[in-house]
Structure formats: structure tokens, C-alpha cells
């Protein structure tokens, strides 16, 4: 069993900035990629920024120049820099990762999320 856990989230007012982080603990062997997700009021969830296990990176048009996602393999913890805040950028934010556990299986995994709320 593999478990995410979310931090990070809060208040903040437009042009501010928070980090997110995602921390997996339990059976885990490897992790090949993170995600960050979003889902806000009404819409569907959609992708932030995700990172592979050779450190490509991609993200959503809406936050490119702003957002910044990073891992720390020996942690099992990927983090979500934000910086320069919109109040559309108001959501829960959910880690996702797929995992390898210690059985050699591949599976994905999702956190509880977090919320960031930004006011203008």
C-alpha cells in the first residue's frame, strides 16, 4: 500500500506564492512520474505540471512561466512552486504518481488534495 500526502496549500493574495509538496510513503520501489492536478469549482480536474523519472517536465498553457515542479527521488517528494498567483488559480490541487512498488508492480496513486485558494 502506497500513500500520498499533500502539503502546502493556503491562502494567499494574487502575485503571492506557495509551494506545494507531495510526500509517498509505504511500499514504494520507484516512482516514474508525478503529476500535479487541479480541479476547481464546476470544472473538470486538469493537468498542472507533471515530471518524469528523467526530470522532463510539462506543463498546462495557463501556468507556464509561473509554476515550477521538482523531485526529490531519495525523499520520494515532488514539489509545486508557485509563484505569481491568479485568483484563477483557485482549486484543490492533487498529487498523483505512478508508482513501482516493492513487488515490482506499477500502479497510480493519488493524494487526499489540497487547497489553494488566491484572492484578488
Known sequence: ????????GGLVQAGGSL?????AS????????????RQ??????ELVAAITSGDSTRYADSVKGRFAISR???????HLQMNSLKPEDTAVYYCNA????????GYEYWGQGTQVTVSS
Open 1 to 8: 500500500q502506497v500513500h500520498l500526502v499533500e502539503s502546502g
Open 19 to 23: 509551494r506545494l509538496s507531495c510526500a
Open 26 to 37: 509505504g511500499s514504494v520501489f520507484s516512482i516514474n512520474a508525478w503529476g500535479w492536478y
Open 40 to 45: 476547481a469549482p464546476g470544472k473538470q480536474r
Open 72 to 78: 526529490d527521488n531519495a525523499k520520494n517528494t515532488v
Open 98 to 105: 505512478v508508482v513501482v512498488t516493492d513487488a515490482f508492480r
